[in-house]
Every structure is written in structure tokens, then in C-alpha cells.
């Protein structure tokens, strides 16, 4: 082992050991910790009620002080997060939190599944300065974004604004009001531009992978038919199937293959397998396991892609 791995794998031990601290200490003031979250020794937390979910990574030097903290599985708070107020914070599944971005909890903050909030940006459930008894307006109201949201960087979003599920925010813009689902906006203040639905694509799913995993030196395609991709990733095959693929599921070796599936019609066939597999029909987007190498690298090129999974414990 060189020096550098070495060095590598003492910060790694000394991180888990404060991350063991860190959650053994949150657990004996009666807070509810999931499986696999790490919780940096820099951070800190403190309210009456606390639960966080399986798979989270809160990062460095973040600040929570509120009233109830709720977040659910897979979400990633990133360093220097200033989360405080008097009121509560519900966080829920796979949602990721940027650098530096400021949450005033002096009401009520409700952030959906699946939302991305980039760094540096600030949300306020308060108004307030000039005093309220020379007839200065005084305002208090709570803030929701819902279900795949997506708030960019350096956004400002002031108290009683809704942020409906499917919404874009463009960099910088400045969120007075609240707009229908699926919007596009952008601007200061937001202005709406356009529906979200008109940016997607309707390429086929398969083609779509296809052009991401081409990208990679270390993912090689080796076969390609109707329904599926057959890939040679790092020391594992990979299987991209989708709908009702002309391939032989029995075929496929469980103990070497990583399968990756989309609205697959006879999807129960993994199930009691010891396939490792990421479903990625909307109304799953599970993984079953994560201890192979090559599958958490895999989950880690998908979410650069902005595909997000939960693990399924079950």
C-alpha cells in the first residue's frame, strides 16, 4: 500500500469513527438514525425532534438548529448548510442540498422528494426590520418546494412561496410569487417562461443510456438487441433492459451482473434473485444492494447524470 493510501485510508477511518460519534451521541438525546448515513463530527444538529433516513450524507461544518428535523432517505446535505429557526424542517427522499445554501426555519420549511437546491442559495419563511408598530409590514409564512424541483444556484425564495413539483429556477433568479407545476422561470423578480415539458426529450430510454455509458472508457458495449444493452463494465457485465427485451433472463449470470431496469414487464423476476439491480420505473427507482464495487460506482455515474435511487433493505 503506498504512503498516499495509506493517508487516504486513515482519513476514511477517522471520519467513520466520528460519524459513529456523531450519531451515537444524536441517538442517546432520542434522535431516530437510518442505515448507512454518515453525519460529519463537524456538523451539528439540535432539536427537539430528530429523524434522518437510511443513505445520507451530511457533510461538513452544516448547521441544523430547529424546532423537528425530518429527512428522508438518500439525501446529501453538503458543507456549510445554515438550517435554523424556530419552526420546523421536513426534507424528504434522494433530495440534494448544494454548499452553502441558508434555510430561515422561522416558519415551516416543507422540501419534497427528489429536489435539488444549488449552493449558495437562501430561502426565507421571514420579512422583516423596520418595526411593526410604526406600521412597517411585518411577514411570517411557511415555504414549500415539492416533489422534483430543481432550484438552482444563488436563488433567492422569500416567505408563502410554493414551489410546485417539476419546477426549473434559473441561476440567480429571485422567487416572489409561486407558479403553476413544471414551470421554467427565471429572472428578478421570477418571471415564467415556459413549461418544463417543453425542454424534455422523447428519446427512447435505451438510446439515451446508451449515449452516457459511451462515455466512459471503462463501460464497453458488447451486445446490443431489442429491449436491452449488454455492456463490459469495469469487472462486471451490466444489462440495460427496458420494457419486454428479447433476452434469455435465465441467460444472465446473478453473480457477475449489474441490471439496470426501466418499466421491464416481467420485473418480478429480479426480485428473488441475487442480481444486484437498480429499477428505474418511476414508481420504484430502487437498488437492491450496494456492496459491489461496481454497482456504488454505477449508482455514482447515474447520479452525475442527475438519476437518483433509493436502496431497498427488504
Not at 27 to 44: L, V
Not at 180 to 194: C, F, R, V, Y
Not at 279 to 300: C, E, F, G, I, P
Request: hydrophobic content about 40%; glycine content about 8%.
Amino acid at each position: 500500500m503506498t504512503l498516499v493510501s495509506k493517508i487516504i485510508k486513515l482519513v476514511e477511518v477517522k471520519d467513520s469513527f466520528g460519524s459513529f460519534l456523531m450519531k451515537s451521541f444524536l441517538r442517546m438525546s432520542g434522535a431516530k438514525i437510518g442505515r448507512n448515513t454518515y453525519i460529519s463530527f463537524s456538523s451539528r444538529i439540535a432539536a427537539r425532534r430528530v429523524v434522518i433516513g437510511n443513505d445520507c450524507r451530511i457533510l461538513s461544518h452544516v448547521k441544523i438548529k430547529t424546532s423537528s428535523f425530518e429527512l428522508g432517505n438518500g439525501c446529501i446535505l453538503s458543507e456549510q448548510g445554515y438550517y435554523t429557526g424556530k419552526s420546523s424542517l421536513q426534507i424528504g427522499n434522494k433530495t440534494y442540498i448544494g454548499k452553502k445554501v441558508r434555510i430561515n426555519v422561522s416558519d415551516e420549511v416543507k422540501i419534497g422528494n427528489d429536489v435539488g437546491i444549488g449552493e449558495n442559495t437562501t430561502i426565507w419563511t421571514h420579512g422583516y426590520f423596520p418595526p411593526a408598530d410604526e406600521g412597517f409590514p411585518v411577514t411570517y409564512k411557511p415555504v414549500a418546494i415539492h416533489d422534483g424541483a430543481w432550484v438552482s444556484t444563488n436563488i433567492i425564495i422569500l416567505p408563502g412561496v410554493v414551489i410546485n413539483a417539476g419546477t426549473i429556477i434559473g441561476a440567480g433568479a429571485v422567487v416572489t410569487k409561486t407558479f403553476p407545476d413544471n414551470s421554467l422561470i427565471a429572472g428578478n423578480p421570477a418571471k415564467l417562461l415556459k413549461s418544463t415539458d417543453t425542454i424534455k426529450s422523447d428519446r427512447d430510454f435505451l438510446e439515451i443510456m446508451r449515449d452516457i455509458f459511451d462515455q466512459y472508457d471503462f463501460c464497453k458495449l458488447i451486445e446490443q438487441g431489442q429491449g436491452f444493452l449488454k455492456y463490459q463494465y469495469r469487472n462486471s457485465l451490466m444489462y440495460v433492459l427496458q420494457g419486454d427485451p428479447d433476452l434469455d433472463f435465465a441467460s444472465i449470470d446473478q453473480r457477475k451482473s449489474i441490471v439496470i431496469i426501466k418499466n421491464l414487464r416481467n420485473r418480478d423476476f429480479f426480485v428473488d434473485k441475487e442480481f444486484d439491480w437498480i429499477d428505474l420505473s418511476m414508481d420504484k427507482r430502487l437498488v437492491r444492494n450496494t456492496k459491489n464495487k461496481d454497482l456504488k460506482s454505477t449508482l455514482s455515474l447515474l447520479r452525475e447524470w442527475g438519476i437518483r435511487v433509493e436502496v431497498d433493505y427488504e
